[in-house]
């Protein structure tokens, strides 16, 4: 089993930043491809970025790019999501998640364990 706790979340004014921790217990987080989704009231779950067991590869979401970061620091056993320029179409809760084997890291299914995410409102 893992657990997986998220925090940093809040309200922020467009333009401005965020940084999205996850702490994670219970397995050896070196083995865990990491992922952050979000999810805005009535909408489904998207992918927003994942990174590999090392930290060498990482994906974003297309609406994303050049705006997020994520980074993983295995000594901590936490995984980050540095937010920039943000903007109101990002609030959202933001989950993360965890799971030793994925073959589309995009897909929300393929992750195995769920924190119980943390809320980003961007205000205008």
């Known amino acids: 089993q893992v657990q997986l706790v998220e925090s940093g979340g809040g309200l922020v004014q467009a333009g401005g930043s965020l940084r999205l921790s996850c702490a994670a217990s219970g397995r050896t987080f070196s083995t865990l491809i990491m992922g952050w989704f979000r999810q805005a009231p009535g909408k489904e779950r998207e992918f927003v970025a994942a990174?590999?067991?090392?930290?060498?590869?990482?994906y974003y979401a297309d609406s994303v790019k050049g705006r997020f970061a994520i980074s993983r620091d295995n000594a901590k056993n936490t995984v980050y999501l540095q937010m920039n320029n943000l903007k109101p179409e990002d609030t959202a809760a933001y989950y993360c998640?965890?799971?030793?084997?994925?073959?589309?890291?995009?897909?929300?299914?393929?992750?195995?364990?769920w924190g119980q995410g943390t809320q980003v409102t961007v205000s205008s």
């Open positions: 990174i590999s067991w090392s930290g060498g590869n990482t």
């Open positions: 998640a965890a799971t030793g084997l994925v073959v589309h890291v995009t897909r929300h299914r393929e992750y195995k364990y």
